[in-house]
């Protein structure tokens, strides 16, 4: 079965610093969506991309978090200083597009992120 | 896209049918339903999802009612491994965008 691969799955850093998330979509996958869960807010859309160009990031807050997609293989999302707040599961899925059709989404199993 | 209503939280006893509800009564024409799980501590996963025919896959069956405002998911022989939150979500199919509601918790007891 393919799958979206996400590294590493679990973080536990210091606020201040720098993180990094990193997602695998799915070979041939042109859509990337970054996804954030909490208790409190569930999931929440941050991003997401097509053909590696960033469609939309307005839930994303702007001042620290950054999505690239360097190539077609790799989407990164950067959380840069990070605070206890950013503590949640960061998910990232990945889906086709044709035409006006959009596949249903697969999911990554998230990375965990801890920011003490 | 038009919003969903979900109970919040079902039981379902292991080997019976699980009917998970979902009311969308300010669906339009070309929103689709779609279901999606999220087993604890792994990403959602995609169920099933359809126009206004019922449509049935190796995981499970979703009867939209004719007016379109309310579909079940089935699940036909509910499995401990099936207990989950369970999101309904209305969207078009052009639309890139997938929003999460707060979902059905489902449980199911042996």
């Known amino acids: 079965d393919a799958r979206v691969t996400q590294t590493p799955r679990h973080k536990v850093t210091e606020m201040g610093q720098e993180v990094t998330m990193r997602c695998q979509p799915i070979l041939g996958h042109n859509t990337v969506f970054w996804y954030r869960q909490t208790m409190m807010q569930g999931l929440e859309l941050l991003a997401y991309f097509r053909n590696r160009a960033p469609l939309d990031d307005s839930g994303m807050p702007k001042d620290r978090f950054s999505a690239e997609m360097p190539d077609a293989t790799l989407a990164t999302l950067k959380i840069q200083p990070s605070e206890p707040r950013d503590s949640a599961v960061y998910f990232c899925?990945?889906?086709?597009?044709?035409?006006?059709?959009?596949?249903?989404?697969?999911f990554g199993n998230g990375t965990r992120l801890t920011v003490t | 896209d038009a919003k969903t209503t979900q109970p919040p939280s079902m039981d379902c006893a292991e080997g019976r049918a699980a009917n998970l509800p979902c009311n969308h009564s300010t669906i339009s024409g070309n929103e689709y339903v779609y279901w999606y799980r999220q087993i604890h501590s792994q990403g959602p996963q995609y169920i099933i999802h359809g126009l206004k025919n019922n449509e049935t896959n190796e995981m499970a069956s979703l009867i939209i009612t004719e007016d379109r405002k309310s579909s079940t998911l089935i699940l036909p022989h509910a499995t401990l491994r099936d207990t989950a939150v369970y999101y309904c979500?209305?969207?078009?199919?052009?639309?890139?965008?997938?929003?999460f509601g707060e979902g059905t918790q489902l449980t199911v007891n042996p």
């Open positions: 979500i209305v969207k078009e199919t052009s639309g890139s965008r997938l929003t």
């Open positions: 899925a990945s889906g086709s597009r044709q035409g006006s059709y959009n596949s249903p989404l697969h």
